[in-house]
């Protein structure tokens, strides 16, 4: 069973920056792909980014490609979203997940292992 902990989102302004943390327990975190999600009010959960359980590979959104990054360290059980370039249309709870089933995956239903969310809110 895997038990995840988002952390590091905030109220920021258009163009800034920010990190994303996810902190990881209760299993062999290097065995689960991981991925990042992210919901706004009265839309469907979308997906952010992915990365495979080596960290060797990732996929992304197009809407984040070239802005978000996303990275992890088994070491330290915890996967990251640098979050570059802010605009106000990222605004949004942002949750990660794990699989142990999938290599990388951008559909919310290959995800077994879910967190609580971290608000992310961008003003313009």
């Known amino acids: 069973q895997l038990q995840l902990v988002e952390s590091g989102g905030g109220l920021v302004q258009a163009g800034d920056s920010l990190r994303l943390s996810c902190a990881a327990s209760g299993s062999t975190f290097s065995g689960y792909a991981m991925g990042w999600f992210r919901q706004a009010p009265a839309k469907e959960r979308e997906f952010v980014a992915a990365i495979h359980r080596s960290g060797g590979s990732s996929s992304y959104a197009d809407s984040v490609k070239g802005r978000f990054t996303i990275s992890r360290d088994n070491a330290k059980n915890t996967v990251y979203l640098q979050m570059n370039s802010l605009k106000a249309e990222d605004t949004a709870v942002y949750y990660c997940?794990?699989?142990?089933?999938?290599?990388?995956?951008?559909?919310?239903?290959?995800?077994?292992?879910w967190g609580q969310g971290t608000q992310v809110t961008v003003s313009s």
């Open positions: 997940a794990g699989s142990r089933m999938i290599v990388l995956g951008n559909r919310p239903d290959w995800y077994d292992y």
